[in-house]
C-alpha cells in the first residue's frame, strides 16, 4: 500500500511540475515576436542568409533583409550591408545593371523608421553605364539625427519616362549609430 501512495506521490509531482514548466515556458515565448527579440532571448540563430531564430517551440523568426534577394540579379549593394550599424555621412557602394541608370546616375533616400525623409543623394555609375551588365556606383548621403533606432535606405532605379511599369527599388535596412 505504502508503494502504490508513493507512485502516486511522484506521478502528481511530476504533473504539477510538467504543467507549471509549461505556463512559464509559454510566458517566456509568448514575449518572442521578431527576430531580434527572438536573438536578445539568447535563442539558436541559425547561419543562413537570411539569418534565422528558432524557439524552443519551434517558432522561426526571420531577419529582415529588405528585397536584396528579389533585385540580386539588377542591383547588389556592397556597403552598407542590411542591418549594418551607420552614421552620417554614409558611403554608399555596390554595382546595378546599366539599365538602372538614367544618364549615369540613380537617386537613394535614407529613411527613419516612421518613414521620415533623412536625406537625398545621387548615385553615380563609376564605369560606363551604357551596359547590359553590372557597373559599379559611388554614393554619398548625409542625413538628419533620426527620431528611431533602425531605418532604411531606398536605391531607386532612374525612372525618367515616369511611368509605373518602370519603377523599382532596392530596399536596404539599417540600424542607426
Given at each position: 500500500?505504502?508503494?502504490?501512495?508513493i507512485?502516486?506521490?511522484l506521478?502528481?509531482?511530476?504533473?504539477?511540475?510538467?504543467?507549471?514548466?509549461?505556463?512559464?515556458?509559454?510566458?517566456?515565448?509568448?514575449?518572442?515576436?521578431?527576430?531580434?527579440?527572438?536573438?536578445a532571448?539568447?535563442?539558436?540563430?541559425l547561419?543562413?542568409?537570411p539569418?534565422?531564430?528558432?524557439?524552443?517551440?519551434?517558432?522561426?523568426?526571420?531577419?529582415?533583409?529588405?528585397?536584396?534577394?528579389?533585385?540580386?540579379?539588377?542591383?547588389?549593394?556592397?556597403?552598407?550591408?542590411p542591418?549594418?550599424?551607420?552614421?552620417?555621412?554614409?558611403?554608399?557602394q555596390?554595382?546595378?545593371?546599366?539599365?538602372?541608370?538614367?544618364?549615369?546616375?540613380?537617386p537613394?533616400?535614407?529613411?527613419?523608421?516612421?518613414?521620415?525623409?533623412?536625406?537625398?543623394?545621387?548615385?553615380v555609375?563609376?564605369?560606363?553605364?551604357?551596359?547590359e551588365?553590372?557597373?559599379p556606383?559611388?554614393?554619398?548621403?548625409?542625413f538628419?539625427?533620426?527620431?528611431?533606432?533602425k531605418?532604411?535606405?531606398?536605391?531607386?532605379?532612374?525612372?525618367?519616362?515616369?511611368?509605373?511599369?518602370?519603377?523599382?527599388?532596392?530596399?536596404?535596412?539599417?540600424?542607426?549609430e
Amino acid at each position: 500500500m505504502k508503494k502504490i501512495v508513493i507512485v502516486l506521490a511522484l506521478i502528481i509531482t511530476f504533473i504539477v511540475i510538467f504543467v507549471l514548466g509549461q505556463k512559464t515556458y509559454n510566458k517566456e515565448d509568448s514575449s518572442i515576436n521578431s527576430f531580434e527579440d527572438c536573438v536578445a532571448a539568447g535563442y539558436l540563430v541559425l547561419e543562413s542568409y537570411p539569418r534565422q531564430c528558432k524557439t524552443p517551440d519551434n517558432q522561426t523568426f526571420i531577419e529582415d533583409i529588405g528585397n536584396e534577394l528579389e533585385k540580386i540579379d539588377l542591383i547588389r549593394i556592397n556597403n552598407p550591408r542590411p542591418n549594418e550599424i551607420v552614421k552620417s555621412p554614409l558611403v554608399i557602394q555596390g554595382e546595378a545593371r546599366g539599365l538602372w541608370f538614367f544618364e549615369a546616375d540613380f537617386p537613394i533616400k535614407i529613411f527613419d523608421a516612421n518613414n521620415n525623409l533623412l536625406g537625398f543623394t545621387i548615385a553615380v555609375a563609376q564605369e560606363d553605364w551604357m551596359s547590359e551588365d553590372f557597373v559599379p556606383f559611388l554614393a554619398e548621403i548625409e542625413f538628419e539625427k533620426p527620431l528611431t533606432k533602425k531605418g532604411f535606405l531606398v536605391l531607386e532605379k532612374d525612372n525618367p519616362s515616369g511611368l509605373a511599369e518602370n519603377e523599382d527599388h532596392l530596399l536596404v535596412p539599417i540600424i542607426f549609430e
